[in-house]
């Protein structure tokens, strides 16, 4: 009879033990929450592609929007949920230069407009090399990207500041022809960012690498061309950009 109790309560605690450890590996920490948000946001003003692959007529140049939908962010730390509301969509101007045998340059620049209570500047440039055979179209290209955004991050009350620093490149490849192309491609970088809480005078620093896929279609009229992509970054994050570019 002892050994049977023994043997029962052996049993017992290790099934607790294995629970607890089960619930410790799926545990996330408060820096671990940060972070990850802190990575959302990164993502969510990153660089992408914002065009179909392919090369472009030496001296082309091209002058545009581009408008983010910002999704829905959970932007719970631990226990605490303010109510906080990050604008619900954003634009920034796009340009794109051809130069000679397939390669173009790109920037990106997102003015100091306050929007929502949201102030940000952005800018970012790109280096891309573009191929066109028949109907089967490729580019690879290499970008990098900084700034800061201030507003109420934490709490509505604060003025918080985010800075961020991407870099990295992305690979596509698509099948269409003068009208319409569809397309689809992936990519990898690394971000460093840093938050800076007024309210408290904390600050969060990390920098991590990250990968992303995409799928677009891209539609010209003309001197214009219109393209929509959806954007896959990991588990986190999940988004659409909106391209408009006109050609000079």
């Known amino acids: 009879m002892p050994r049977r109790c023994a043997s029962g309560r052996a049993t017992l605690l290790g099934a607790l033990l294995l629970v607890c450890t089960a619930r410790a590996a799926q545990a996330v920490t408060f820096v671990e929450q940060i972070e990850r948000l802190q990575a959302v946001y990164a993502a969510l003003l990153d660089y992408r592609s914002g065009a179909p692959p392919g090369g472009s007529p030496a001296g082309a140049f091209a002058l545009g929007l581009e408008v983010v939908p910002v999704p829905p962010i959970d932007t719970r730390v631990g226990i605490k949920s303010e109510p906080v509301h990050p604008p619900s969509a954003f634009a ?73 620093a991407n870099q990295g490149g992305d690979v596509r490849a698509g099948w269409g022809g003068p009208a319409w192309v569809l397309y689809a491609g992936a990519g990898a970088g690394s971000t460093h960012t840093r938050l800076e809480v007024a309210s408290d005078g904390s600050v969060s620093a ?33 988004h659409l950009v909106f391209t408009v570019l006109h050609a000079f």
């Open 92 to 164: 920034r101007l796009r340009a794109d230069w051809s130069l000679a045998a397939g390669w173009s340059l790109g920037a990106v620049w997102l003015p100091p407009v306050p929007i929502q209570g949201y102030q940000a500047s952005l800018r970012g440039a790109q280096l891309e090399y573009g191929l066109t055979q028949g109907a089967f179209r490729a580019s690879a290209r290499a970008f990098y990207l900084e700034g800061s955004v201030s507003g109420p991050i934490s709490d509505p009350a604060s003025s918080d500041t985010f800075q961020l």
């Open 206 to 238: 990390f920098t991590r690498p990250y990968a992303y896929g995409f799928g677009g279609i891209s539609r010209t009229l003309g001197s214009w061309r219109f393209t929509l992509e959806q954007h896959q970054t990991e588990t986190y994050l999940s």
